[in-house]
């Protein structure tokens, strides 16, 4: 499970190509633009291709992802377990405050939390709360069984062996923790 976000553009990006192009080139500019003044904008990194682009806040968590659908509409995805409800909750204000420069109308699909329709943190905060606590107790369980490292919230190609009990996007933690 943990938690994350997703949506997409009420509207095609335009019939053309080119004009798709130039709408996700605006809405990623004004992205660059809200991070310019973001305590989190030293850390971010942007990279792009014709039809995709990707957000990452340097290697702490999966990247933000966006995407032209061959309908033309902006798809955009954002996993956020890793980092907390604090990161959902900055990933889904960046993507508005960004939608509303470049004019584009993001309709939220998929929100476990809800956070993105209902701005409602503290609501949040305790589904991310009761996630964790369900993730501890399967780290314990898992962890008796198994004998091996388990890894919690890390993006796969971060993984490394280790002597650890548990990894966590802050580190090797013992099985106590």
Not at 71 to 99: H, I, K, N
Request: glycine fraction near 6%.
């Amino acid at each position: 499970m943990g938690f994350g976000c997703s949506a997409k553009s009420a509207t095609s990006l335009g019939f053309l190509k080119s004009a798709r192009h130039r709408a996700l080139r605006q809405f990623l500019d004004a992205i660059r633009s809200e991070l310019s003044g973001d305590v989190l904008g030293p850390m971010c990194s942007m990279t792009e291709d014709t039809d995709t682009a990707a957000l990452s806040i340097q290697q702490l968590s999966e990247p933000i992802e966006f995407e032209i659908e061959p309908d033309g509409r902006l798809f955009v995805s954002a996993s956020c377990s890793s980092l907390g409800p604090g990161y959902l909750a900055w990933a889904v204000e960046l993507l508005r405050r960004a939608a509303t420069v470049a004019r584009i109308e993001l309709v939220w699909l998929e929100d476990d939390t809800e956070y993105s329709r209902d701005g409602d943190f503290k609501n949040l905060q305790r589904q991310a709360a009761s996630w964790l606590s369900v993730v501890g107790k399967e780290v314990l369980k898992l962890s008796t069984e198994a004998g091996a490292a388990l890894s919690i919230s890390l993006r796969a190609d971060l993984v490394r062996p280790v002597t650890s009990d548990v990894l966590t996007p802050l580190g090797p933690r013992p099985r106590e923790w």
